[in-house]
């Protein structure tokens, strides 16, 4: 009998849909640098669904049917109409503030706001003073000459300034889409440094701005705990304290709810407080109390089984209070803890992450198909524990604050 895997079957399953979205575009050691495992395990993962499926000994998959992936098609053809440049209306209409004038523009500026620095003032003595000079142009609009030819001198220093700028905006975007538009200026610039680019948050920021580049928000909130009040009480030993010295001491969870046209998908979570790192999770179509005993399963096993005596901090809700699920804490070393019922304070740290998860994840699209969902939640809790910079954590990624907190524990044991 073989080795059995550290991996959870939910995991392994969604880590072989995820490749296979791709649609052979992407190598199994890119997609395995996402999730943190090895190319070959995930080409050993894929080898064996392959062959269960052939064999049908599996049935189904999250592979989309012809019509949800025609629908999804042509969603995404019309988000890419709307944002192909010139299609938009007025999309071909000069730009404000440039040298082209037309009727509603610069034409009406008051005489009073050409004041000497104006650049259209400037650009408009520069484009003309070959056919009527510069003292009669400096004259008639009420500038000095001396003003006209500084701005002239200072000409190349603007315009050095100006295309660094423009290849700032360029990075910002960049970085902006690649995230799936959540960053805001925080984040941005610390993508930005942590790639060896020196440059100010508040430049950033301003340039964001003026670009109408922005992170994503979201504000609409909904209670989705239901407490059993039969079941026995469990004290509350963090009172709030969401914060934790060492890996493995403090964890916390909930659930969360994703539409899908008209039905629900529901998420579980156990997040490690010290780390912000999700380090177990379930996906199901239900909220039985195997949601929360599947996360809590796969927490420990990414942690090698090594989490005797961790607090583990969550609502009130049935699952949570299930003699199943206690049980599964009681066989790991596991100490449940509990806030009160309908507050949100007392399970901070998990409301933010999935308030942070659907703003930067799901916010504004629109599902129809559990595989797609599914596929996406998957990838976006990588993409979190991975990539995604965290403030709390000096925007570190947690795997990377992870990693410099081991290295650091090590060294001060040797030392």
């Not at 299609?87 to 523009?105: K, L, T, W």
Request: aromatic letters at 8%.
């Amino acid at each position: 009998m073989g080795r059995q895997s550290p991996y959870p079957e939910e995991f392994r399953r969604d880590a072989v849909a995820l490749y296979r979205a791709a649609g052979g575009k992407r190598t199994y050691a890119a997609v395995a640098a996402e999730l943190g495992i090895t190319g070959e395990t995930l080409r050993t993962w894929v080898r064996k669904d392959t062959a269960q499926h052939t064999s049908g000994h599996r049935v189904g998959g999250a592979g989309q049917s012809t019509a949800e992936e025609l629908t999804r098609l042509r969603a995404e053809n019309a988000r890419l109409l709307k944002a192909e440049k010139g299609v938009a209306a007025g999309a071909r209409d000069p730009a404000p503030g440039g040298r082209v004038f037309r009727s509603g523009g610069e034409v009406k500026t008051p005489p009073q706001a050409l004041r000497a620095g104006d650049t259209p003032c400037w650009d408009f003595i520069s484009d003309n003073c070959s056919d009527f000079g510069v003292q009669r142009l400096c004259r008639m609009l009420g500038v000095s000459r001396s003003g006209f030819y500084r701005h002239r001198a200072t000409a190349p220093a603007r315009a050095e300034r100006q295309a660094a700028e423009e290849r700032a905006v360029v990075e910002i975007r960049a970085i902006h889409s690649e995230h799936r538009g959540a960053y805001g200026a925080p984040r941005v610039h610390a993508e930005l440094r942590s790639r060896g680019r020196k440059i100010n948050r508040k430049r950033v920021a301003r340039l964001m701005r003026v670009n109408h580049i922005a992170g994503r928000h979201l504000r609409r909130k909904k209670r989705t705990t239901i407490a059993d009040k039969t079941a026995p009480c469990v004290p509350d030993l963090l009172m709030r304290d969401f914060s934790a010295d060492a890996l493995n001491t403090k964890w916390c969870g909930g659930i969360t709810y994703i539409a899908v046209g008209s039905t629900w998908l529901y998420l579980a979570t156990v997040i490690d407080i010290c780390s912000r790192r999700a380090i177990g999770w379930s996906i199901a179509d239900h909220m039985r109390t195997s949601l929360v005993t599947d996360a809590i399963e796969m927490a420990v096993a990414a942690r090698g089984g090594h989490v005797k005596s961790v607090v583990f901090h969550t609502d009130r809700s049935a699952q949570y209070v299930s003699r199943t699920f206690a049980d599964a804490c009681r066989r790991h070393g596991i100490r449940r803890n509990m806030g009160r019922v309908g507050s949100s304070y007392d399970n901070a740290l998990a409301e933010s992450f999935f308030q942070g998860l659907k703003r930067e994840l799901l916010h504004g699209r629109r599902w129809t198909s559990k595989a797609q969902t599914r596929l996406e939640l998957f990838r976006g809790l990588a993409y979190y524990n991975r990539r995604r910079r965290h403030s709390a954590l000096g925007y570190l990624t947690p795997i990377e604050f992870e990693q410099r907190l081991i290295t650091s524990t090590t060294l001060s044991l040797a030392a």
